[in-house]
């Protein structure tokens, strides 16, 4: 009897990981992915720019410009342009690593400071318009997937796909058409504008008008888009079922329970976005003369100017990089799923 009672002796548990292991191995993952992703934007920056790009960047600089072969070698020389291909690279990680980016070509000033100065703008241009074309896009993906299949909803998906679909540049000289003599046409400010600090941030919105609403036109479709798709996904889920027999008001079920959930997909193009902040636009900043970076980028690929290309490459994708690490951080911090996997 005794016997029977005896239990068989358990197995001893599995050994149990500090708390955060799991945690740790995963932010170490993401950082040692990052960082191989922006090793790859260095190597593949300098083939495209050094051994893809065609012509030589030296005959493009004394262009309708009188220089013997002689004057052309000594350039080519001074700009190290004459090394090999292997030396031309390593010389090029070793200034990264030092936070030299080279010296423009076109402007010949350092590549970083040619940078810095041109980051302010782009951001106060493509930061503004993607933070306005977030919240807008957003609300109008969201009614119109309460809504779905009403007049409004309707109205406003075809209205933002329509001018997703319409080139940049265009739309932006329709606008300088539209409005006329109503906002400035180009730059950032006018060069007479009093020095004080409310003349000059004035001007400087009043200059902002048009290239931010083009911005806006453009891009607020992607976000109306995957908010009103997550939230559809959600419309028939079993807990909105069960707000719903609780006694929530329609407001509270959708405020509360379906848009949170529907927000992490969304979240993820948000942080893309943040990313591509840096990276200017191209077109629009030509069309209005805005001294951003995408004018920067314009003025490099006329010239060539091969350091400031690489410096705005190896800018544009590290944002990039930095912004998907950080969805991916906070995707762990809001999703029980990812936490769990």
């Known amino acids: 009897m005794t016997a029977a009672l005896v239990t068989a002796e358990e197995p001893p548990a599995p050994p149990q990981g500090r708390p955060g292991g799991g945690t740790l191995r995963y932010v170490a993952g993401k950082l040692g992915g990052a960082a191989v992703s922006l090793l790859s934007v260095v190597v593949l920056g300098f083939v495209l720019f050094r051994v893809v790009y065609p012509g030589d960047p030296v005959l493009a600089m004394t262009h309708n410009r009188p220089a013997t072969a002689a004057q052309q070698d000594e350039l080519r020389a001074r ?17 990264l690593l030092h936070g030299d980016m080279g010296t423009s070509y076109t402007f010949s000033r350092p590549v970083t400071d040619k940078i810095l100065e041109s980051l302010g703008p782009t951001l106060l241009l493509v930061g503004t318009a993607t933070v306005l074309a977030t919240i807008l896009g957003l609300w109008l993906g969201i ?37 006329g003599q109503l906002f400035p046409s180009g730059g950032i400010r006018y060069p007479d504008t009093p020095p004080d600090f409310l003349s000059q941030a004035v001007d400087v919105a009043h200059h902002l008008v048009l290239p931010c609403v083009t911005l806006i036109a453009v ?15 959600e419309m028939n889920a079993d807990y909105l079922t069960t707000a719903r027999a609780k006694g929530l008001r329609d407001d509270l079920v959708r405020r509360r329970h379906a848009v949170p959930n529907a927000l992490l997909p969304a979240m993820t193009l948000v942080f893309l976005q943040l990313g591509l902040v840096v990276s200017g636009a191209i077109t629009v900043e030509t069309v209005f003369s805005w ?25 544009f994708g590290g944002a990039v990089i930095v912004m998907n690490l950080l969805a ?14």
């Open 79 to 95: 700009l190290g342009l004459d090394r090999s291909v292997p030396h031309q690279f390593l010389d090029y990680v070793r200034g």
């Open 143 to 179: 009614r119109g997937a309460w809504r779905r299949g009403s007049r409004f909803d309707r109205t406003s998906t075809g209205i933002a796909l329509t001018l997703w679909s319409a080139p940049t540049f265009w739309l932006g000289m329709l606008l300088l058409i539209a409005t």
């Open 219 to 233: 891009i607020y479709a992607q976000y109306l888009l995957v908010m009103r798709s997550s939230l559809l996904e």
């Open 291 to 315: 001294p951003g970076l995408g004018l920067l980028t314009y003025e490099a690929l006329e010239a060539p100017d091969l350091p400031l290309l690489q410096g705005l490459l190896v800018v």
């Open 328 to 341: 991916d951080l906070l995707y762990r911090v809001l999703d029980p799923r990812v936490r769990a996997s």
